[in-house]
């Protein structure tokens, strides 16, 4: 239960910030300052969108770019109207322990910014923060389009522009808030004592599960692994957007992660603003020297990558950690996401912007690195025992089969009906002209024109 | 009056949001709180001209994006100025229904953040306002600036830089105040009761129509229109940079449309900034749809109109319709705004970035939504009459003759003495060289170039 | 001491919105709005490193562009490091006039948010502000940073990638840190009276010494100055990418002034906002209209360090000056920066961005310009003699020899340790492949290619 990791929350940082007490400020000035804050927030985490649509579309070819932009595009706006008419009752509605029942089209009683025992309404799981509903709504829809978002990245490059928005309805509508309410709607993970304070497995790697079930259906691009069982590298085309999307992102995780508190805690939000900025800062530096060291060069798109991954990592354990460990998580998060790029590649699982590496293999450390870090007294490296780290793993399993096999099944359905995969001339002129009819740069002069498309 | 109007906000949000009350807050902090929304929503609509720079430059030819990206630039700085000097007192000074006479230069009494009847000085039409004079000016100032870069798209890619430059002055200085003055000034059209919340009139169709005066004295670009009566397309060059661009647009509409209650009440910011988001999200999907169906593909320049035509329209009415009548409003706008750029281009109005169908037809279409969708008891649709459309009605057309006819005067002072268009030699070779002497992207081979500029 | 300087502004703003007074905001509620304005106002100066990272890649050829974003993307997590190891301890601790000398690893008690004579703790330089100790560390991370990136700008496009790394650990490890002590940290400059409010000296100028004695040692690009004794034009490879960067800082500005006063303080904040926003609007109108009297043309260029000048001078007074001084100041930095681009080119220091004469010349005219336009009753132009003049005299050049001769050092050690310059065919062929062994668009066909990289 989101309430309990609050509380978590604030334990910890007594500890960090010493003669904070917020008795004094009068209900209706915290109602302000919290639904101000949470606003900003979630202003931040919607300009990610525009992160992801840069660092996608620029680690991808020029050919498939106005496709990539579009998919990143539509599918916040899919997810608006998917969440608002059925995911968010889902995930935060008053139901049963699997899945919420209650709250769709924003319907029913709700007497926000009431809080606690004083709430009144369908979203109880909802009832410990104090801002008005549709403040509520805006902030869990930003996250919700994140996790769609992050499916679009690897299936770039091969897929259908019509059936990867079909996907992200049913996603965004039905599967990430299945799996958010067993974790943050009331479900019987929280009941059970699982922490993901700002989603490291509700948001990322459970957009990495759905995307690596899309990706096992849709197979690598063509010409990806030769058949001599080496892999061409398929650069980049614009390495400038790239770099930006990613400071975007690292911008937008500023709400992301201390938004997640929900209220304009002084000692919370500047504690998680600053182990977040500590976390992607160590990402970054570790998969410098990882990608110098094991590659030769310190690859840009290696940089880049390390800092998401740094940011995915400390997405859960945030709100629980030090300063210190949040630099260690970053860390670990900076070599891990060199490693799995390899991996990947070598299992030929063709994930074009390496999202699987960033969002699914440290989602899934992020949520562990609760149980092993946490400040509060049960962490394994904190004096507490297994217990935590176990039922960490039990919610990243339970979370990652949900999504990975519903997910498996809305693909194969979708791949056996309309088709999800574009046909081998429309994926060698590039999607832009197939799925779309205009191109992203028609002024300038490409190699693929120039008769050289492989390099 | 814009007093009025956050009546009609209180009393609508009343509904939606129960319980909030805010009696109880005292005046400081409320000072230093709505001080805080104004300023970061300020920043935010600040943030948009970023988001036109990148949008018209992005649907543009890469030949003249240098002269786009200058205009856009220097368009906000010449308004700092002009507004500064003359607009604001001309728009919010005490003087006649007609035009403000007092405070230029931000001169005269001011003892902000008084408010209501504690104010004294000579801007009592933002008196409902409690923040101070710099933070009303700052906010009001940023959207003095989005009308004048409205009109740099639609005269794009043939208009001379000095000349825009002078309009755009003129235009801050005169004609955009003048309009704003009868609406949102103490004017005529707010006593009347006319509502524009943030501005579907007073921004974005004022921005539509002295673009539209400007471009029948300017003629299409060479080549648009050909002799056997059918359209050349010019593609934009950068689609990357348009996409990004909207995200940006759609992220700064967080300022403009919340931002305008200009105080940080939580109902009411919640509440508006769902609604322009569910507006937005609605125009993407409608324009998609209706792209797809009417020329066969999901084409991305649609998707992108379209979003910013949802956003347009729930301008006005963001404030006093319900969530359900955002989406609503959207989905009208995004059809609209497809038909529209078909129809501007049949009757050969060359628009080459589609602002006049996004905020000329949904600017007027959003204030007409006030009229149609006021939950608050006066809409057409919501039990009330037609004398609400009415009056708005009026509105929009004495606005729109007043900005058509002064631009109008403006735009052939200029052509007759200056000069407004570029020669045939230039605008074939591009502005960039012929009016600034570089170019946007020097290391770049381009198609031009390569003796094929019209493929 | 900054404590000095708030008194200052507060005093100056008193005349400029009377009526405000925060006596009777509780404790609690002022810690919880200054924090929050206080990150929001961080988040926009970490966004700053995007608009670096764009400017200055923009400003340079396509062949060095990764290398560029590389160096911008890693600064930020480099300094992060190292003013958290060392960095924030050196400037901020407890310690003698001339260095900090605890608090490293942010170690060390303290109360935050208690103030004033309440704080018990090693960082009683800060005491000044009412917010917790993280969010203090984060905000003058993300200045300390910036001091960095400007270094960047200067050497690309021939510096060795390790090597700018290692010189921006030192700096913001070291250098900036102790300059920054003398000024703000309890140091002997800010007793003497020197006032910076948000850094033209502390972080502009610093970190123009440190750049200009990297380009002392490093040397000119090859081939930009002719052996006739004419300049070679290298022009920026993507003004896109440069007008975005632009308007980034310009937008990040409005977190780096109005936040340096650490309190949502509303009067202050709206008019250190607008008085950044004139002075860079000045600039920008300023540089435009010499560069066209000068050049014949207005270069885009021009036009974007116009305004970034009018942004560095204005930071130190910004919070002291008028409104009416702020438009003066803009417009003598709009001028200046366009001689002292071509200054330096006669003098044949090599800046390929132009960062010199944005933020070391006009960071000393800005610093100047507090003793000149002071409105509080020192300036020279205010009734005030030439002693607070002087002082901003003495504080410039001490800071300024500090810095220089550190870094020359610095630099000089590197030379003939590691290296700075790489190989002449690796500056041919461009950075990107040498060091990263990747190109930033490799699907374009670039002018470099096709045998013609210089045009």
């Given at each position: 239960?989101r309430?309990r990791i609050?509380?978590?929350?604030l334990?910890?940082?007594?500890m960090?910030?010493?003669g904070l007490?917020h ?7 915290k109602v ?5 804050w949470v ?5 931040l985490?919607?300009?990610m969108n525009?992160?992801?649509a ?5 680690l ?21 109207i998917s969440?608002?008419?059925v995911g968010f009752g ?7 322990p699997?899945?919420?029942?209650s709250?769709?089209?924003?319907g ?5 910014p009431?809080m ?6 369908v979203?109880?799981s909802?009832?410990?923060t104090?801002v008005p509903l549709?403040a509520?709504?805006?902030?869990q829809l930003v ?6 978002t992050i499916v679009s ?7 259908k522009?019509?059936?990867?928005v ?6 965004v509508a ?9 974790i943050?709607?009331?479900?019987w993970?929280g009941?059970?004592g699982m922490?993901?304070?700002?989603g ?7 957009g990495?599960?759905a995307?690596?079930?899309g990706?096992l259906?849709?197979g ?11 892999v061409?590298p398929i650069?980049?085309?614009?390495m400038?957007?790239?770099?930006l ?5 690292w911008?937008g995780?500023f709400?992301?992660?201390?938004g997640?508190?929900?209220a304009a805690?002084?000692?919370?939000i500047?504690s998680?603003a600053?182990?977040?900025?500590m976390?992607?800062a160590a990402?970054c530096l570790?998969a410098?020297?990882?990608?110098w060291?094991?590659l030769?060069?310190p ?7 390390g800092?998401?991954?740094g940011l995915?990592?400390?997405t859960a ?8 460990s ?12 060199v490693y799995a ?6 299992i030929?699982?063709d994930?074009?912007?390496?999202a699987l590496?960033?969002?699914l293999v440290n989602?899934v450390?992020?949520?562990l690195?609760?149980?092993l870090f946490?400040a509060g007294g049960?962490?394994?490296?904190f ?5 935590k780290?176990?039922?960490?793993v039990?919610g990243?399993a339970?979370?990652?089969a949900?999504?990975f096999?519903?997910?498996l ?6 791949k056996v ?5 574009v ?6 002129e590039g999607l ?7 191109e ?8 693929q ?6 390099r």
């Open positions: 239960m309430r609050l509380t978590g929350v334990f910890g940082l007594a960090l910030a010493p007490a008795a004094d400020i009068d209900v209706d000035t302000a300052l919290d639904t101000l606003l900003v927030a979630g202003f985490v919607f300009w525009a992160g992801f840069m660092l996608e579309s620029g991808c070819q020029a050919k498939n770019a106005v496709n990539i932009l579009a998919k990143n595009f539509i599918v916040f706006a899919a997810s608006s969440f608002w008419v889902l995930m935060f509605g008053d139901g049963t699997f899945v919420g029942l709250g769709f089209l924003l029913g009683a709700d007497n926000s009431a606690g025992d004083a709430y009144a309404g979203f109880g909802l009832s410990w104090g549709y509520k709504f805006f902030f996250f919700a389009a994140t996790a769609a990245g690897v299936v770039a490059e091969r897929i522009f019509g059936s990867f079909l996907f992200s309805f049913v996603l039905f599967i990430y808030p299945i799996g958010g309410h067993w943050w709607g009331g479900g993970l009941s059970m922490l993901d304070f700002a490291s497995t509700v948001v990322h790697s459970v990495g599960w995307a690596l079930a990706v259906l849709l690598p691009r063509a010409g990806k692994y030769r058949s001599d069982g080496s061409r650069p980049g085309h614009n400038s957007s790239a770099t999307g990613t400071l975007i992102l911008l995780w709400g992301f992660n201390p997640s508190t929900m805690d002084p000692g919370a500047a998680i600053l182990n977040t900025n976390a992607a990402g570790a410098t020297v990882t990608a060291l094991l030769g060069k690859d840009l798109s290696m940089i880049l990558n800092t998401l991954a995915v990592a400390i354990p945030c709100s629980n950690v030090t300063l210190g949040s630099v260690v998580i970053g860390l670990i998060a900076g070599v891990l996401v790029v390899l991996f990947f590649d070598r030929r699982i994930d074009p912007v390496g590496s960033v969002h989602g450390f992020g949520t690195a609760v149980g946490d049960g962490g394994l490296f004096g507490g025992g297994i217990e780290t176990m039922t960490q039990i990243i339970a979370v990652g949900l999504t096999f519903l997910s099944a809305v693909w194969f359905l979708l009906t309309v088709g999800i995969r046909t081998p001339d429309e994926e060698s832009d002209i197939g799925e779309h009819g205009i992203a740069y028609p002024g300038f002069q490409t190699h024109e120039m008769g050289s498309a492989v």
